[in-house]
């Protein structure tokens, strides 16, 4: 059995227990008086044989070759290895169930265990694990429980390990939450005891292997055509943005989208807390920041990386995303040279999103006169995109806000296109329009000089609105 990566003679493989090998909590301390149905009795049945099975195979295979192993070739020899152990426990299954076991086996042997399905599952956007016996999903912006699960807290936190040793991250109680990436970009955030009170917990926000463009944000109604044609133009005048929002407002995937529109000739330098960006062009850097090290020394920030991204020849910068100190720094090259840099921060307002600029300069540490970082800003940027996830799940831009400079104290704002709801249809969608306020962008004459054509009448108001 597993004849070209059989253990080494003499070494020890290490037997993790599979998923699901004892009842439930519930069941175990109420004890015998407590009423147990058939199908739990079916599940731990069915989950104690795959325990058996998962040390059958670890007891047979060599892990240090594991990712040198042919794929159909280890199915096959699965296959053979539960026939072999089925046989010995006068134990035959279904051909589906069967089908389904070999598939769970590999799944934790070469995956991520029981969130491979959830993973596969394109309708899903997020895999919410509230503990090893609580899933949830979020599908086209809804939530929803599924019964997948892990055996205990033992088999999630070696999961949560799994995926956060891959890239160099670690998690543990004195570092007891942390934010990495899987290999095809989606983001993970895990936290742990004694952080988590009920165990730990951990989310998974999905990207599309199709990165969306703008045309499919169009589409989908998350803004108009009117204003992905000036989002498409302040791109390219190199203006710059900044895009806020809510937690899952859909803040990257408006950047990525904004991003696509970026000659392919840039030199573009992204700066990330754990590398998430889909950017499509072929000339850019993307840079990650470092946790530090268990003796507390080695820490890498977003600022580190701001500082070391001026000194790399950028045509453009983008941060993933502000939320400290590193926004003075992103600040001082949009004030310098280093036009069409991009980002994205919480608030649930434009207006907000510039008070949540202001309050991060201060994250410096130096005290720097209200007046000056608010100079500094109304200078710097340009627009403000504000998105917002409403209350039937979908995504949309809630406004697009042009910086026209400062008056005194104060900071001036103009909405060119906003988003005026309506009402909720029977089915709770939230009903409302995507228009032009009539007011033309101060900007408008830099973008024709950038060779931008943008149609006047997109700006119009619209009659009755």
Known sequence: MFRNFTRPEGSQAKVVPLPGTSPSPAVVEQGAAQFVTSAERDLVKRLELKSKLHEAVLERMNLNVLDKIDPEDLRREMVNLVNQVLLAENNPLPAAEFKEIVEELLHEVLGLGPLEPLLADPTINDILVNGYRSVYVERFGVLEKVPTRFRDEKHLLRIIDKIVSRVGRRIDESTPWVDARLEDGSRVNAIIRPCAIDGPSMSIRKFSKK?????????????????????????????????????????????????????????????????ELQLQQEHVVRLETRPATPTGAG?????????????????????????????????????TGHDGSMTTVHAN??????????????????????????????????FVVQLSRLS??????????????????????????????????????????FIPTGIRPRCADALAAAGVDLDPSAFLAERGA
């Open 211 to 275: 990165p969306y463009t703008m045309d499919r944000l169009v589409d989908a109604g998350a803004l108009s055509a009117k204003a992905a044609a000036l989002l498409r133009g302040l791109v390219q005048a190199r203006m710059n943005v900044i895009i806020s929002g809510g937690t899952g407002s859909g803040k990257t995937t408006m950047l990525n989208a904004m991003s696509s529109f970026i000659d392919e000739h840039e030199r573009i330098v992204t700066i990330e807390d754990a590398a």
């Open 299 to 335: 820490a890498v920030l977003q600022r580190d990386l701001v500082k070391n991204a001026l000194r790399m020849r950028p045509d453009r910068i983008i941060i993933g995303e502000c939320r400290g100190a590193e926004t003075f720094d992103m600040l001082q090259a949009m004030n």
């Open 349 to 382: 307002t434009a207006r907000d999103a510039l008070g949540r600029l202001e309050q991060m300069v201060t994250m410096t540490g130096i005290d720097f006169p209200q007046s000056a970082v608010r100079t500094q800003i109304a200078s710097g940027l340009h």
């Open 392 to 433: 039937d799940g979908r995504r949309r831009v809630m406004s697009v806000s042009e910086i026209t400079g400062m008056e005194g104290s104060v900071i001036t704002m103009q909405d060119i296109f906003v988003f005026r709801k309506k009402g909720k249809s029977e089915s709770g969608e939230v009903l409302g329009d």
